[in-house]
């Protein structure tokens, strides 16, 4: 922690720039496309300068008059929220209670900025930022950019343009620039609007920071700077314009002087809209009176300087590309003992961000707690969730059996902590990484100690890794990982309580790196937008074509809600992971076998209408290595006793959740990677092929392509929901190696793959394949699959697609086209088709088209399975199937159901039907005289001392009396009678004449 002290003018303020948790500034990083610093005392050298400056242009911005004419319309609040999601429509009060867009307001608003674009141009040269938009008709995305650099005359060494919005229609970007030269932009084409402080604000942003974020550690806010703000050089030091921001950012910490500023930088805390509402009359609107009640109460000197000097931490992170990437400012709120004032001053604060023209967007709502959301119910052993992801059949792992167990791959994690002496992890010669990379260690290279250096009792994080890589030493156990014979890096990012913190996102995603590529987070928050977090993890795979982030989709699915996807797998370039059940009795009691989805996994679409999740893996559930921090060495139970449903013993834990399946996706794509590294591809026989580092894109495709569709959501009691391929429970399907990558007879399919190829903008390119199946390949399937990165989008994106390329394959004259569509897509960086029913000498042609793209070229993977010339499967015997195919689970559900309605009510039924039947015998009984010819009659009287008088004929006769010593006489020809009283045990024999010499005693 550094202590600075600054005057600045005539105020003071004491600034306390904290070094994150104590390791962050020690974290080593290896060379990053996005640099990451913590502000240092270096950066406030010029800040008396720097505020000075700031104060005198905004005193300038009241006394002088600049006007500016613009040559271009701007956007209507409509159109804007159909490019972006933003609060613009609720600062502005347009709601569903005043349908009209309120025009006059919103472009009093948008002249009002340029207006004071203006005046900071004349006064110092400072620029502003815009969207500028093309509506060219005909033209891709980048010819549209191109149309903007002609209109600006510009070259890219002093402008930059980045790319938020790219359709049919419009073509966007954000742009820094000076007011006369955006006004000089002219054409029926263009759009030019000013970046209002309202533009910035990400959708339902500040409501979530206005409820204190109740619970949460930390508040996180996240500006991210205009194009070519803060940029790092190749010494890694800012630019001018990052070196002012910081210095500005140190004077957010002086709110005496901060609050009267801001004020006259929006319109809506303006004099300017006070008064005109004053003469109007006009209602001014909730969010001007939130924000200039925030300022008023927050002015006065001190208020808020506790706040800023204990509870702030600020970071800068620099980008490397301006076209396509941008700098970030994160500041994080520590939450802890919290005030309603100290609240109020984050919010003040958060305003006076907003209002400064090097910021372009402002994201509020992500607390540093997020959803570590577990079923805890019953145990799979992980050694299930590696057949069944391996071959589907019961105890067969015909990759392991191949030598392909993740060996020589390193994957990372971001968890709450390991137990790094629990036995799957435990190393008794070399020591974990502790920061630096240490690749002779067993199980654990790298640990980065960012909150702390250990996992809480049974904590998550041990699970989570032992899912990925957990490994005996002895090679035994109950709790194997899907790839037990990768290593693991990990960033320590739980307290002791399980609560969250995390890191500034290059710092994070940088752990293990250069060795790893893969990380595995089985966590996220429950924004179903496109937000910051996402876009830097978009970016960072963007810039590192090699990595693949893993992330849990959530576990807020429950009676089938859709849209509970959350960030970061809300990102475009990530693989986001569901949950199927498992198998047998490791599903919960009366549960639907594999072929069915978990009911918690979260589903999609995202905000802007992308397929969410990608595919589905076993979640339900795992049994994994459990932490124990205070044994040296938990293990298996000695008495051999596994877990059952929500429990643990010893060093084993059950847990399940998409947090269990995304760690087996992670481990399964290290088997991938392995399988390209170490020249299986594409014979399937290791050495046999071209030693290969694969792209991200190349194994997601990979997964991808082989998924194979479910059957249902299994919602217990309340059923199961009926899905459809591609749709928003289960995307591609479940992950199936059988159907991805090929092992001479042990997989159904072979694999062709192209990886790193481009396409120009406007063009395609086509590629055939044959399908061949005389060495004795049985598929009748050919499956393509096309995947790409590209560039990060804005946050609050509303159509974030920027690069749109189009995946058709041709066979026998008819064109399909991808993901269930009878029509391009235009929403997924992932597509697929699936032709049935081929046959050998069958040739198909797929093409991949640049559509519409942001830029001139896009890079890609394309793969495609199917019989190329292989050999059958012959793991599967005569008359077996894979425990998808044959998973008849939900009719033997409802055989039980049926089986436990019917056989109680049939039951039922046949007991009243018996009971009708005595009770009509006995009505008959009652009448007191009957000619019954031969018949024989029994009168029974239960305690009324009375029985019936009756005439027979060659009848005997039994009365009974249960409770009198009365009898009433009978008078019978050719009949014998037998009275018995029960109370009083006495028997009255009387004899007639009887042909048939038969008596009949009753009793």
């Known amino acids: 922690?550094?202590?600075?002290?600054?005057?600045?003018?005539?105020?003071?303020?004491?600034?306390?720039?904290?070094?994150?948790?104590?390791?962050?500034?020690?974290?080593?990083?290896?060379k990053p496309k996005t640099s990451f610093s913590v502000l240092t005392m270096s950066w406030l050298s010029r800040s008396a300068t720097a505020l000075g400056a700031v104060a005198i242009l905004l005193l300038r911005a009241h006394l002088t008059q600049a006007v500016v004419t613009p040559g271009s319309r701007s956007l209507t609040i409509e159109e804007l929220n159909g490019l972006l999601a933003t609060e613009t429509k609720k600062e502005f009060g347009w709601s569903a209670d005043t349908p009209e867009e309120p025009?006059?307001?919103?472009?009093?608003a948008v002249a009002y900025e340029w207006n004071k674009a203006a005046r900071a141009e004349e006064y110092n040269g400072q620029k502003f930022p815009y969207v500028i938009c093309h509506t060219g008709e005909n033209m891709s995305g980048y010819k549209r950019k191109l149309a903007i650099a002609s209109a600006l005359n510009y070259t890219t060494q002093d402008i930059h343009l980045r790319t938020i919005y790219n359709s049919q229609d419009y073509y966007c970007v954000y742009g820094q620039l000076l007011a006369s030269l955006a006004a000089n932009i002219t054409g029926d084409e263009f759009i030019v609007q000013p970046v209002l402080p309202s533009l910035k604000f990400m959708e339902t942003s500040v409501d979530a920071l206005r409820q204190r974020q109740a619970g949460y550690s930390t508040t996180t806010l996240e500006a991210n700077l205009c194009p070519g703000v803060a940029m790092a050089t190749g010494n890694?030091?800012?630019?001018?314009?990052?070196?002012?921001?910081?210095?500005?950012?140190?004077?957010?910490?002086?709110?005496?002087?901060?609050?009267?500023?801001?004020?006259?930088?929006?319109?809506?805390?303006?004099?300017?809209?006070?008064?005109?509402?004053?003469?109007?009359?006009?209602?001014?609107?909730?969010r001007a009176e939130l924000w200039k009640g925030l300022l008023h109460e927050y002015q006065e000197s001190g208020v808020c300087a506790e706040a800023f000097t204990t509870r702030l931490t600020w970071f800068l992170e620099r980008a490397m590309d301006a076209e396509t990437g941008n700098s970030q400012v994160t500041i994080q709120y520590n939450n802890t003992g919290n005030s309603t004032q100290d609240h109020g001053c984050v919010l003040t604060l958060t305003l006076a961000i907003a209002a400064h023209p090097n910021v372009c967007s402002l994201d509020l709502p992500h607390p540093n707690v997020c959803s570590l959301d577990l079923r805890r119910e019953v145990s799979t052993q992980n050694m299930i969730a590696q057949w069944i992801t391996q071959s589907e059949l019961e105890n067969e792992r015909p990759f392991f059996d191949s030598g392909l167990d993740g060996t020589g791959q390193v994957v990372s994690v971001s968890d709450t902590g390991i137990d790094v002496n629990n036995c799957y992890f435990l190393d008794t010669e070399q020591s974990p990484g502790f920061l630096e990379i240490n690749r002779l260690a067993r199980k654990v290279i790298q640990y980065i100690p960012f909150v702390d250096s250990a996992d809480?009792?049974?904590?998550?994080?041990?699970?989570?890794?032992?899912?990925?890589?957990?490994?005996?030493?002895?090679?035994?156990?109950?709790?194997?990982?899907?790839?037990?014979?990768?290593?693991?890096?990990?960033?320590?990012?739980?307290?002791?309580?399980?609560?969250?913190?995390?890191?500034?996102d290059s710092a994070l995603l940088e752990v293990g790196r250069p060795d790893s590529h893969i990380h595995s987070m089985s966590w996220g928050a429950e924004f179903n937008f496109y937000t910051t977090q996402a876009r830097n993890f978009d970016q960072f795979m963007y810039e590192n074509d090699d990595f693949l982030i893993v992330v849990a989709a959530g576990n807020t699915g429950a009676g089938d809600a859709a849209n509970t996807v959350g960030s970061?797998?809300?990102?475009?370039?990530?693989?986001?992971?569901?949950?199927?059940?498992?198998?047998?009795?490791?599903?919960?009691?009366?549960?639907?076998?594999?072929?069915?989805?978990?009911d918690f996994s979260s589903r999609g679409p995202t905000s802007d209408g992308r397929t969410k999740p990608d595919i589905v893996t076993v979640g339900q559930s795992l049994l994994s290595a459990g932490a124990l921090p205070d044994i040296y060495g938990e293990c298996d139970p000695s008495n051999g006793k596994i877990p059952g449903a929500n429990d643990h013993e010893d060093g084993l834990l059950s847990l399940q959740g998409t947090s269990m399946a995304t760690p087996l996706t992670a481990g399964t794509a290290a088997i991938i990677r392995q399988y390209f590294e170490e020249g299986y591809y594409p014979t399937g026989v290791k050495g046999e092929g071209t030693l290969t580092s694969p792209s991200a894109t190349l194994i997601k495709a990979v997964l991808m392509n082989g998924a194979q569709f479910t059957k249902g959501v299994d919602n217990g009691a309340r059923g199961v929901t009926p899905v459809e391929p591609y749709d928003n429970n289960q995307g591609f399907g479940h992950l199936s190696l059988q159907n991805s990558i090929y092992l001479p007879g042990k997989t159904n399919i072979q694999l062709q793959a192209y990886d790193r190829e481009s396409v120009i903008d406007g063009l395609s390119r086509t590629y055939d394949v044959k399908i061949d199946t005389t060495g004795g390949c049985t598929s009748?399937?050919?499956?393509?699959?096309?995947?790409?990165?590209?560039?990060?989008?804005?946050?609050?994106?509303?159509?974030?697609?920027?690069?749109?390329?189009?995946?058709?394959?041709?066979?026998?004259?008819?064109?399909?086209?991808?993901?269930?569509?009878?029509?391009?897509?235009?929403?997924?960086n992932a597509e697929r088709v699936i032709i049935n029913g081929v046959t050998n000498n069958d040739v198909a042609t797929i093409t991949v088209?640049?559509?519409?793209?942001?830029?001139?070229?896009?890079?890609?993977?394309?793969?495609?399975?199917?019989?190329?010339?292989?050999?059958?499967?012959?793991?599967?015997?005569?008359?077996?199937?894979?425990?998808?195919?044959?998973?008849?689970?939900?009719?033997?559900?409802?055989?039980?159901?049926?089986?436990?309605?019917?056989?109680?009510?049939?039951?039922?039924?046949?007991?009243?039907?018996?009971?009708?039947?005595?009770?009509?015998?006995?009505?008959?009984?009652d009448d007191d005289e009957f000619d019954c010819g031969d018949s024989k009659r029994v009168d029974v009287d239960h305690g009324h001392g009375q029985l019936n008088e009756s005439e027979?004929?060659?009848?005997?006769?039994?009365?009974v009396d249960n409770g009198s010593d009365q009898r009433i006489e009978s008078a019978y020809d050719d009949s014998k009678r037998v009275d018995v009283d029960n109370r009083h045990n006495q028997l009255d024999d009387h004899t007639r004449d009887n042909p048939f010499n038969q008596k009949n005693v009753t009793i």
């Open 1 to 30: 922690m550094l202590l600075l002290t600054t005057t600045q003018g005539h105020v003071a303020a004491h600034a306390v720039i904290i070094l994150s948790q104590s390791s962050l500034s020690t974290v080593p990083i290896s």
């Open 103 to 108: 025009t006059a307001l919103w472009q009093n």
């Open 236 to 286: 890694d030091t800012a630019s001018d314009d990052g070196q002012a921001m910081a210095d500005w950012i140190i004077g957010k910490l002086v709110p005496e002087t901060l609050a009267d500023a801001v004020a006259d930088e929006y319109y809506l805390t303006s004099e300017e809209y006070h008064n005109a509402t004053e003469s109007t009359g006009e209602k001014v609107t909730e």
């Open 456 to 504: 809480y009792k049974y904590g998550h994080g041990t699970h989570v890794a032992g899912t990925i890589a957990g490994r005996r030493s002895d090679g035994g156990g109950a709790a194997e990982g899907a790839a037990p014979g990768a290593k693991l890096a990990f960033f320590d990012i739980g307290d002791s309580s399980g609560a969250l913190i995390l890191p500034p």
């Open 568 to 598: 970061p797998a809300t990102a475009k370039n990530v693989i986001a992971i569901g949950s199927h059940h498992s198998y047998g009795t490791s599903n919960p009691r009366g549960g639907l076998g594999p072929a069915y989805i978990s």
């Open 780 to 828: 009748e399937d050919l499956s393509v699959t096309l995947v790409w990165s590209e560039e990060a989008s804005s946050p609050g994106c509303v159509n974030c697609l920027l690069n749109d390329l189009d995946l058709t394959v041709t066979l026998g004259g008819v064109t399909y086209y991808p993901n269930g569509l009878s029509q391009p897509d235009r929403r997924n």
């Open 849 to 925: 088209t640049a559509h519409n793209l942001a830029r001139y070229e896009q890079k890609y993977s394309l793969v495609a399975t199917g019989c190329f010339g292989g050999v059958p499967n012959q793991l599967y015997a005569a008359g077996q199937c894979s425990v998808f195919e044959c998973d008849n689970s939900k009719s033997e559900r409802l055989r039980t159901i049926l089986l436990c309605i019917f056989v109680p009510l049939g039951v039922i039924i046949f007991s009243v039907v018996c009971r009708q039947i005595w009770k009509r015998k006995l009505e008959r009984q």
């Open 952 to 959: 027979y004929d060659n009848t005997k006769r039994v009365d």
